[in-house]
């Protein structure tokens, strides 16, 4: 069950991290060549987006749910170091995506209720950007740890 579910997190989170680079960059594309906000292409993958970080919530929290339940069974002198190990988890990847969720959120939100195209595309790279930032730190702490 628990590797089921971490390898669906892992999946989701690079499908998620291209969808996210992809509003980046679509949104530096629409801002700068002063494209016509699109709402297939510049509203609801910005939707798919936040789905999917909600998505990573649910997964991440079931992850932790179960590993810390594991690790409480054995937790003992010898075990300390993995106990310990886990902070990355239980604390820095935590509110690291968290963060990522409320930008996300945010953008979609922003996006949606401002009028002209120049500012959604402002809006969803600034938002979506501060999102895919914290998503690949996040992501490369987690390379640099179990590498």
């Known amino acids: 069950m628990y590797s089921a579910i971490l390898i669906a997190h892992i999946i989701i989170s690079i499908i998620l991290t291209l969808v996210a680079f992809y509003i980046v960059v679509r949104s530096c594309i629409g801002l700068f060549k002063r494209l016509v906000f699109s709402k297939f292409y510049d509203f609801l993958i910005p939707v798919v987006a936040v789905v999917l970080l909600y998505l990573e919530l649910v997964l991440g ?23 310990f190990s886990s902070r990355f988890w239980a604390i820095e ?55």
Request: no cysteine.
């Open 61 to 83: 929290l079931l992850l932790y749910y179960i590993h810390m339940n594991k690790l409480e069974d054995f937790i003992s002198q010898t075990n300390a170091n993995d106990y």
């Open 93 to 147: 990847h935590t509110i690291l995506m968290l963060f990522a969720i409320i930008f996300g959120h945010l953008g979609l939100v922003y996006a949606k209720n401002l009028s002209s195209g120049a500012a959604k595309f402002k809006m969803n790279l600034l938002y979506f950007g501060l999102s895919f930032i914290l998503i690949l730190i996040s992501l490369t702490m987690n390379m640099l740890r179990n590498a």
